[in-house]
């Protein structure tokens, strides 16, 4: 990741408060407050939201495409995201598919008919493939991004499948409409992490999704096309195995490993990554892992609450289970795999030069040795720990620790007294 890396968490310094709220959530140790401003270092960043849900003053949020992005193609197919379904209520999915097509989209391809294809390449990859375990699934990019950033030794563990996605955008332009001019192919998302893996992808050299549009952006039109809908395209297609991607334990379900776990929520999902490193899940095949509670349907980018959308989508799966896997022979047609490996980025480089980079390492050590260790918050950075890192690479002194520099006030007002105290006494020069 460099410093143009494209992120789609951004920061409105204008709303921003500098009440170090961020700070304490971000799981990559991304943001500092300085000046009494946040800043969000972007090497760190994974993009996970979990700053947009925190932030008491609306600072943060995420960039996506607008939806006058489809302007600039002649043919638009829409790629709603199973959680999108549950964004509606009492509403049917074919309802919800036809309201895109009404609002300037030519065609509709189910992201959970791609994640049909991922479970089924997931389980064959469990059964023959004799790789490290467990093995973690690849379908959240921020949960991939943080194990670049934070647990680089579990890279190996990742399925290497593309995205449900990747998968869905490959399928129509590649098969449903492979000489079509003026393609453009919209990914409904619900979370920030998505939109980036479009910019900056993983697995991949390019995306094939030409633009990613917010969920909650695109809702408002969408309910008031709704209405108008008395009969409904037959366009929904996807079973229940796909639609239940779009919450936590359902992509586990689907893979339908007897050894399996699934975490939501970026804290829990650390958590266990933590035990994976210190290798008490090996006796777990496969690991579902959310950064959103809750799953997708909890995603930065929904409208609705996340409990009720979980259930609602439960609903809708279930009225599906009858359905055949339509797209489970597209698995022969073409190979999902990454064709580009990923590999650690590391937040911290403190030197080109070894023996000075070791100098630095052991200077942070001595700095954050002086410092309180109560991980405040209140110098602007998350932990005392980063706050050394930050004094050694000069982004920050030792009196932004607020302790510090109480103990530098009050040395400094015992110089002053004792300076007072040793004044000599003036005489009195007045001659009357």
Same mark, same amino acid.
């Given at each position: ?61 995420? =960039? ?9 193609? !002649? %043919? ?11 964004? $509606? ?6 309802? =919800? ?8 989209? /030519?065609? =509709? ?107 909650? /952006? ?11 809908? /008395? ?36 804290? *829990? ?11 008490? %899940?090996? *006796?777990?095949? $496969? ?19 996340? %409990? ?30 990454? !064709? ?93």
């Amino acid at each position: 990741m460099s410093e143009e890396y494209l992120h789609s968490v951004t920061l409105d310094k204008d709303l921003c408060k500098g009440c170090t709220n961020c700070i304490s959530h971000c799981p990559t140790e991304a943001i500092r407050v300085r000046d009494g401003k946040a800043m969000i270092i972007s090497n760190r960043c994974i993009d996970c939201g979990q700053c947009i849900r925190t932030c008491p003053s609306h600072a943060k949020k995420a =960039v996506s495409d607008p939806l006058d992005m489809l302007n600039k193609y !002649t %043919f638009k197919v829409a790629l709603p995201a199973p959680s999108f379904y549950a964004q $509606f209520k009492n509403v049917p999915i074919d309802t =919800v598919l036809t309201a895109l097509k009404k609002i300037g989209f /030519d065609d =509709v391809y189910e992201v959970a008919s791609a994640a049909e294809i991922a479970s089924i390449a997931t389980a064959e990859l469990l059964e023959k493939v004799k790789s490290p375990r467990p093995m973690i699934s690849s379908s959240c990019p921020a949960v991939v991004r943080l194990i670049q950033v934070r647990f680089p030794s579990l890279i190996e563990h990742v399925i290497k499948i593309q995205t449900p996605m990747e998968i869905a955008a490959r399928i129509v332009k590649n098969q449903i409409y492979p000489d079509k001019r003026g393609l453009g192919v919209f990914f409904i998302s619900p979370c920030p992490a998505k939109v980036t893996s479009v910019r900056v992808p993983l697995g991949n050299e390019k995306s094939e999704v030409d633009g990613v549009i917010a969920q909650k /952006d695109i809702y408002p039109a969408l309910r008031k096309i709704i209405k108008t809908i /008395d009969k409904p395209e037959h366009l929904s297609k996807a079973s229940s195995l796909g639609i239940r991607w779009g919450h936590s334990d359902g992509e586990s379900e689907a893979v339908n490993s007897k050894k399996s776990i699934s975490v939501d929520g970026i804290d *829990h999902v650390i958590r266990v990554l933590e035990q994976i490193e210190s290798e008490d %899940f090996h *006796h777990i095949e $496969f690991i579902e892992a959310m950064a959103c509670p809750g799953g997708c349907v909890g995603g930065t980018l929904t409208v609705e609450n996340p %409990f009720i959308a979980r259930s609602r989508l439960k609903r809708y799966s279930m009225a599906c289970e009858n359905r055949g896997i339509k797209d489970s022979d597209q698995l022969t047609e073409f190979d999902i795999s990454w !064709t580009k490996e990923i590999y650690s980025h590391p937040v911290l480089k403190l030197s080109e030069n070894m023996s000075e980079a070791i100098k630095m390492m052991d200077e942070i050590e001595k700095i954050d040795a002086e410092l309180p260790g109560l991980d405040c918050g209140s110098c602007g950075a998350p932990t005392c720990h980063s706050l050394a890192e930050d004094i050694v690479t000069g982004k920050a002194q030792k009196t932004d620790c607020i302790f510090i520099l109480r103990d530098e006030i009050k040395k400094v007002a015992g110089q002053m007294a004792e300076l007072e105290r040793r004044m000599p006494q003036t005489r009195n020069f007045d001659k009357r």
